[in-house]
Nanobody
């Protein structure tokens, strides 16, 4: 079982930046990738970015079209920290952001269905 704890959320003005962190602990054996998701009020949870952690193509990243060129997912040197650098933030980026671990594959789909472990979430609010 994998434990995930997010931090780094907050309130910023449009055009600003934030970096989210996710501390990863527990048994990560069999994890294909790690990812960031977000959920805005009255909307479904959507995939933001994933990064491969398995033996096949480690480090490969996938992004939602809405964040390409603005967000960057990465892992710390120790591999027990996951980051999401968010630049040029927009009001539509406002949501609760969740860190998640994938054991079902298909990381390029950015679908919550394939992620079995989740953090508690951290709020990001972007004002215009």
């Amino acid at each position: 079982h994998v434990q995930l704890v997010e931090s780094g959320g907050g309130s910023v003005q449009a055009g600003g930046s934030l970096r989210l962190s996710c501390e990863v602990s527990g048994n990560t054996y069999g994890t294909y990738c790690m990812g960031w998701f977000r959920q805005a009020p009255a909307k479904e949870r959507e995939g933001v970015a994933t990064i491969s952690t398995g033996t096949s193509d480690p480090g490969r990243t996938y992004y939602a079209d809405s964040v390409k060129g603005r967000f960057t997912i990465s892992r710390g040197i120790s591999r027990n920290i996951l980051y999401l650098q968010m630049n040029n933030l927009k009001p539509e980026d406002t949501a609760i952001y969740y860190c998640a671990a994938n054991t079902g594959g298909y990381c390029y789909l950015l679908k919550a269905l394939y992620f079995g472990s989740w953090g508690q979430g951290t709020q990001v609010t972007v004002s215009s």
